[in-house]
Nanobody
């Protein structure tokens, strides 16, 4: 199983970026897909999640109204559209997956760095 994150980069505050996570090696129809981030000197934190099949979403308060998580089932890809970016959004972003009903995130992708300049 592989999760490949991409789309990070440098953007000015107020700008937008779209992260992608390409999934391969299995089907994720009964999984929850998620994004986490880790800022310099801080612990990794949850950002957002979506059920692969049903599209039910959940966001951490800090990104509600600015970030949108989605899946493209035909391409086995998940996206995180990030708008109105703030310097505090600067972090390495990771995609992950877990089985429905299971709390542990079993699958992780490598990170992609997002840097928001003020």
């Amino acid at each position: 199983v592989q999760l490949q994150a991409s789309g990070g980069g440098l953007v000015q505050a107020g700008g937008s970026l779209r992260l992608s996570c390409a999934a391969s090696g299995r089907t994720f129809g009964r999984h929850v897909m998620g994004w986490f981030r880790q800022a310099p000197g801080k612990e990794r934190e949850f950002v957002a999640q979506i059920t692969w099949s049903g599209g039910s979403t959940y966001y951490v308060d800090a990104v509600k109204g600015r970030f949108t998580i989605s899946t493209d089932n035909a391409k086995n890809t998940m996206h995180l559209q990030m708008n109105s970016l703030k310097p505090e959004d600067t972090a390495v972003y990771y995609c992950a997956a877990r089985a429905l009903g299971i709390a542990t995130w079993h699958y992780w992708g490598q990170g992609t760095l997002v840097t928001v300049s003020s």
